[in-house]
């Protein structure tokens, strides 16, 4: 066992004794370490258990031991809770369990692992994959209610703004080794065994990858906290903390040079102009002046930032670069050609399944909407898709728009970023989050 699985289990084991909040908060510190197995893949058939899947599955195990059962199915089965969502659950359930072997041989579909570098189209059948796929989607959605469950009892509110303020501070330390190109250090954490592309550049601009398997993993994961922040700044409070916080994370997601994580940087933007343009309508005297004042601070820092581009002209033009590279010739690309048919291939199969569904983990898209339509079949599209309708109807009393509808809000731009590079159907650790926050004002 190496030093950087020793190291994640030392910190994970004695957090998971200690209490829910400690396993919590160390699960979320790990997202900053996505190429860290927990355990040696040599140990687990190849399969890779990465610190923060191993983080929350502690968590979800003590909160299992410990949570009364009323209390687990109280979030559970109400649709008005997760009712929904477990349906979508079995759904996905059956589909991985029956229909690989009811369509085996009859469509082909890419792989989620293949042998090489480049991925080849192979017959539908089941595998491993099935098992390891559908288990991580099964974390994510207890994730959603152990979580939720834990708003019943307390407000942890407080801890989810700690963790995520950890979590941003080591993704701000691994981002300055990587520029450090200290990447003995970095290698540490980075033992799984799928590829890991440590070293690239678009020009002259080197893309940051801290401690993660690639620039766009990293910043995904930073312009979703971006957008968690911005879109949630009334919940946290507007300290400095929260300052630091936000902008660090809006720095980090543009150091990544990552299509997908200034696509997420822009839905976070929209929904933030939508935000708040529906509080200056719809809230009170003192919520419009607060408003009024918050775009008047965008504007101000948009002029400036302008102006900064403006004054440098090499600055300029490694931003003219980046934005060619990365959005206006992107479609153009041999890796965009590749990615799209994955997807399309993917729905392929899905028809020649009657739209039944192909199950979990049985083929690779680049679009996880899309896998979750393939993956569990109309009928659990549908399960999924009434769920993300049901939560717009949790209201908290005695709390304005902000509050009721930031998680909301925040899983805008948390969808884009899974629609665009997600190679499966799991929605994952920070979107289940966003979902336990919303259901809690129910």
Not at 21 to 43: E, K, M, N, T
Not at 101 to 112: D, K, M
Not at 222 to 236: D, E, K, P, Q, V
Not at 239 to 265: E, H, K, M, N, Q
Request: net charge neutral; charged share 10%.
């Amino acid at each position: 066992m190496d030093i950087g699985s020793l190291v994640s289990l030392a910190i994970l084991l004695p957090c998971a004794i200690a209490g829910f909040d400690y396993i919590f908060i160390a699960a979320i510190c790990f997202l900053a370490f996505g190429a860290l197995a927990a355990l040696p893949p040599s140990l687990t058939m190849g399969v890779t258990i990465t610190a923060a899947n191993l983080g929350f599955g502690l968590l979800i195990l003590r909160s299992l031991i410990t949570m009364r059962a009323n209390a687990f199915l109280a979030i559970m089965l109400p649709f008005n809770k997760c009712g929904l969502l477990t349906l979508f659950m079995l759904q996905a359930m059956l589909c991985t369990a029956i229909f690989p072997w009811v369509f085996e041989g009859q469509t082909i579909v890419y792989p989620l692992r293949g042998s090489g570098d480049v991925l080849y189209t192979v017959s539908l059948s089941p595998s491993m994959s099935n098992i390891t796929q559908f288990l991580y989607l099964l974390e994510s959605y207890l994730l959603t209610i152990v979580i939720a469950a834990r708003f019943q009892t307390t407000d942890f509110l407080q801890v989810i703004k700690l963790a995520l303020y950890l979590l941003l501070f080591i993704l701000f330390i691994t981002a300055c080794l990587d520029i450090l190109s200290l990447n003995f250090i970095l290698d540490v954490f980075r033992n799984a065994n799928y590829s890991l592309v440590g070293e690239t550049n678009i020009g002259l601009t080197k893309r940051v990858v801290g401690a993660m398997p690639e620039a766009s993993s990293f910043g995904a994961l930073t312009a979703s906290l971006f957008a968690i922040l911005l879109l949630m700044r009334r919940n946290f409070g507007m300290d400095y903390r929260w300052v630091f916080a936000t902008l660090g994370s809006l720095l980090l997601a543009c150091l990544s040079t990552s299509s997908t994580a200034y696509a997420i940087l822009a839905a976070a933007g929209a929904a933030f102009a939508l935000q708040t343009l529906i509080r200056v309508f719809v809230s009170g005297r003192i919520e419009q002046e607060r408003s009024a004042a918050e775009i008047i601070v965008i504007f101000v820092l948009a002029i400036l930032a302008v102006e900064a581009i403006i004054s440098a002209p090499e600055f300029r033009e490694r931003i003219s670069f980046l934005l060619n590279a990365l959005v206006f010739e992107k479609t153009s690309t041999s890796s965009f050609e590749e990615r799209t048919r994955w997807s399309n291939t993917a729905f392929e199969a899905l028809q020649d399944s009657h739209w039944l569904g192909i199950g979990v983990g049985s083929a690779r898209t680049s679009n996880g909407l899309i896998n979750i339509l393939a993956s569990t079949g109309l009928l659990g599209a549908v399960f999924f898709v009434a769920f993300n309708l049901s939560i717009l109807s949790h209201r908290r009393r005695n709390a304005g728009f902000s509050e009721n509808y930031s998680a909301v809000l925040a899983l805008v731009p948390m969808f884009v970023g899974f629609a665009l590079s997600s190679p499966t159907a799991d929605f994952g650790s920070l979107v289940a989050l966003l979902f336990a926050l919303q259901i809690r004002s129910g």
